[in-house]
T-cell receptor
Framework: KNQVEQSPQSLIILEGKNCTLQ??????????LRWYKQDTGRGPVSLTI?????NTKSNGRYTATLDADTKQSSLHITASQLSDSASYIC????????????FGTGTRLTVIP | DVKVTQSSRYLVKRTGEKVFLECVQD?????MFWYRQDPGLGLRLIYF???????EKGDIPEGYSVSREKKERFSLILESASTNQTSMYLC????????????FGPGTRLTVT
């Protein structure tokens, strides 16, 4: 069964600290994996996309990793800021099919001063 | 700058009412999507459309219908609203080719009383 699981469900960290969010998936055949950031009351916005051949990709203070063998991805946030408080959603795409996106339930990150 | 707009940010309707949620995108995208988002369940696909007048059922189409008369506009219809349709509704659009990133609207928080 194609599934995407994220952990932790929620996380609270102090401003300036680093954190890592996890995404495990069983989706196959895999096409790509995307991390979205969703601010409260807003729609998700793409942070980064990882394809099969990519191990690491950075977008400012956000760094995503992908291990296609173990079907795991992580999103590392460096030197967190209050504006990083949001939900982070992992989305995996199948290679084929019209309805081919599988969404994780997200990690709710709260950065406190 | 890409833009997906939704007709209302907040909506309160009574049980049994007919509800229209409208979504407009200005990116000339072929694909459009309607999701609902509930705590602990993540985003679930209701319907999607890959062309004008075309529609496909997603994972949870029961109780909903859609209309796409123009390329830029995709409407979600609740024929007879029920309390279990209280949710956040998100519209998205994407190209049919390339990495097909989905661009999301700001969402409509619908409450059915």
């Amino acid at each position: 069964k194609n599934q995407v699981e994220q952990s932790p469900q929620s996380l609270i960290i102090l401003e300036g600290k680093n954190c890592t969010l996890q995404c495990n998936y069983t989706v196959s055949p895999f096409s790509n994996l995307r991390w979205y950031k969703q601010d409260t009351g807003r729609g998700p916005v793409s942070l980064t996309i990882m394809t099969f051949s990519e191990n690491t990709k950075s977008n400012g203070r956000y760094t995503a990793t992908l291990d296609a063998d173990t079907k795991q991805s992580s999103l590392h946030i460096t030197a967190s800021q209050l504006s990083d408080s949001a939900s982070y959603i992992c989305v995996v795409r199948l290679q084929t099919g019209a309805n081919n996106l599988f969404f994780g339930t997200g990690t709710r990150l709260t950065v406190i001063p | 700058d890409v833009k997906v707009t939704q007709s209302s940010r907040y909506l309160v309707k009574r049980t049994g009412e007919k509800v229209f949620l409208e979504c407009v995108q200005d990116m000339d995208h072929e694909n459009m999507f309607w999701y609902r988002q509930d705590p602990g369940l993540g985003l679930r696909l209701i319907y999607f459309s890959y062309d004008v007048k075309m529609k496909e059922k997603g994972d949870i189409p029961e109780g909903y219908s859609v209309s796409r008369e123009k390329k830029e506009r995709f409407s979600l219809i609740l024929e007879s609203a029920s309390t279990n349709q209280t949710s956040m509704y998100l519209c998205a659009s994407s190209l049919q080719q390339g990495n097909r990133e989905q661009y999301f609207g700001p969402g409509t928080r619908l409450t059915v009383t």
